[in-house]
């Protein structure tokens, strides 16, 4: 059964940074696809960013490109999303998902498809 948790949320000032990880069951990076998603309070889940199982490419949804990086290190199992100059508008719920079934992250990202496997999601908060 694959498994998958974040950590790393919190409470952070807007201009901030926070690390989440995504710790995920062994071997699963080299055939699944990890996306980060978010939803707010009263709004849709919306997809972040997703890095690929194969070569490890990346893609971002608009609103956090050039101040979101995501990153994986397969000896630690694990999904990084590096945020950066965090805004107000940037708090949500944060959930790491994983999926092998199509070959494009950005059809997860804009939720052209969804992913098969959830993690129960970490909250940020960005607020003065």
């Known amino acids: 059964q694959l498994q998958l948790g974040e950590s790393g949320g919190g409470l952070v000032q807007p201009g901030g940074s926070l690390r989440l990880s995504c710790t995920v069951s062994d071997f699963v990076l080299d055939y699944y696809a990890i996306g980060w998603f978010r939803q707010a309070p009263g709004k849709e889940r919306e997809g972040v960013s997703c890095i690929s199982s194969s070569d490890g490419s990346t893609y971002y949804t608009d609103s956090v490109k050039g101040r979101f990086t995501v990153s994986r290190d397969k000896a630690k199992n694990t999904v990084y999303l590096q945020m950066n100059s965090l805004k107000p508008e940037d708090t949500a719920v944060y959930y790491c998902?994983?999926?092998?079934?199509?070959?494009?992250?950005?059809?997860?990202?804009?939720?052209?498809?969804?992913?098969?496997?959830w993690g129960k999601g970490t909250l940020v908060t960005v607020s003065s």
């Open positions: 998902a994983a999926d092998n079934r199509y070959l494009y992250c950005s059809d997860y990202v804009s939720l052209r498809y969804g992913m098969d496997y």
